[in-house]
């Protein structure tokens, strides 16, 4: 079992920076691809970006490239989401979910466990 617990979000104007962590539990946590995902109020829940197990890889959805960066560290067993020039349209709860299989994409049924979320507010 693997919890995961997402931290960071909070209100910031339009154009500012969030950097969101997601913490896991578990010695298996290098093994795990992992991917944020997020969703606003009224909309499904979409994928965000995700890195493979070393992170030698990442994957963003294209509204996202070029002012989210995703990184991990196995060492202490997280996840993060850097997330600049943020908009309006980014506030959503934000979710990071862990993938036991090696997968790192948008199929959100290919990742087995996920956090509670962590809301971010984007003022205009």
């Known amino acids: 079992q693997v919890q995961l617990v997402e931290s960071g979000g909070g209100l910031v104007q339009a154009g500012g920076s969030l950097r969101l962590s997601c913490a896991a539990s578990?010695?298996?946590?290098?093994?795990?691809?992992m991917g944020w995902f997020r969703q606003a109020p009224g909309k499904e829940r979409e994928f965000v970006a995700a890195?493979?197990?070393?992170?030698?890889?990442?994957v963003y959805a294209d509204s996202m490239k070029g002012r989210f960066t995703i990184s991990r560290d196995n060492a202490k067993n997280t996840v993060d989401l850097q997330m600049n020039s943020l908009k309006p349209e980014d506030t959503a709860v934000y979710y990071c979910?862990?993938?036991?299989?090696?997968?790192?994409?948008?199929?959100?049924?290919?990742?087995?466990?996920w956090g509670q979320g962590t809301q971010v507010t984007v003022s205009s």
């Open positions: 578990g010695r298996t946590f290098s093994t795990y691809a």
């Open positions: 890195i493979s197990w070393s992170g030698d890889s990442t």
């Open positions: 979910a862990a993938s036991t299989d090696g997968y790192y994409g948008v199929g959100q049924s290919k990742y087995r466990y």
